[in-house]
C-alpha cells in the first residue's frame, strides 16, 4: 500500500512540475532571472533543471499532504503491532 501511496503523490506531481515548467519558462527566459539583484551564473539548462526539481518537490508536498488528509479514520487510528505486541489501549482492529 506505501508504494501506492507514493506513487499517487509523485507521479501527479511529476506531471504538474512538467507543466508549470512549460508555463514559466515560457513566459521567462532563464538568462534574465536575477537572485538579490545579481545574475544568475547558470546556464538555461541548470535553470531548467533546477526550478524542475523545486517545482516537483512542491507539488510533492501538496499531494502528500492530500494524501494524508484523505486517509480514513481507521488508518489513522489503527494500531501498526502485531496482535501478540500490542500495549493496553492499543485498538484491537486492522490486524495484518
Known sequence: ?????????????FLTAGMLE?????????Q??????HPLELSRQS???LAFFVFWGVAMLSS?????LAQSPFEVN???LPADERPNGCPKQGDA
Open 78 to 80: 489503527r494500531c501498526p
Open 64 to 68: 502528500g499532504l492530500t494524501t494524508l
Open 32 to 37: 534574465d532571472l536575477q537572485w538579490f539583484g
Open 47 to 49: 535553470v531548467y533543471s
Open 22 to 30: 512549460v508555463l514559466v519558462f515560457g513566459m521567462v527566459d532563464p
Open 1 to 13: 500500500m506505501l508504494s501506492k501511496r507514493l506513487m499517487w503523490i509523485a507521479w501527479p506531481a
